[in-house]
Nanobody, 126 residues
Framework: RIQLVESGGGSVQAGGSLRLSCKPSGPTLSKYCMGWFRQVPGKEREGVAALDEDGTPRYADVVKGRFTISQDKTTNTLYLQMDNLMPEDTAMYHC????????????????????WGQGTQVTVSS
């Protein structure tokens, strides 16, 4: 089973930057796609960014122009470069993977994607 491990979270001031990483491990019997999601306690999960089947990045409107998703093809490690962070970006960030590349590209807030990491906390202070 594929396992995902995130890293790179931390505490920054507004306007700062962080780079999250998500390293997958385990058997990859078939192609899967990945994305980044975030969640604040008591609120619904929110899609942040994802790569579709062709590797085209998709972004939530609230992060467009500030966040950049990318992937190292040799290791399948997924990255999220977050610039100009704002207090409202504070959340637990998770990476997710699924063989359903169409749905993960929609960054659905409710779909039960197959693979999830444990999350990395991002805290942005004003």
């Amino acid at each position: 089973r594929i396992q995902l491990v995130e890293s790179g979270g931390g505490s920054v001031q507004a306007g700062g930057s962080l780079r999250l990483s998500c390293k997958p491990s385990g058997p990859t019997l078939s192609k899967y796609c990945m994305g980044w999601f975030r969640q604040v306690p008591g609120k619904e999960r929110e899609g942040v960014a994802a790569l579709d089947e062709d590797g085209t990045p998709r972004y939530a409107d609230v992060v467009k122009g500030r966040f950049t998703i990318s992937q190292d093809k040799t290791t399948n490690t997924l990255y999220l470069q977050m610039d100009n962070l704002m207090p409202e970006d504070t959340a637990m960030y998770h990476c997710a993977g699924d063989h359903d590349c169409v749905t993960i590209a929609t960054m659905s807030s409710t779909y039960p994607f197959n693979y999830w990491g444990q999350g990395t906390q991002v805290t942005v202070s004003s």
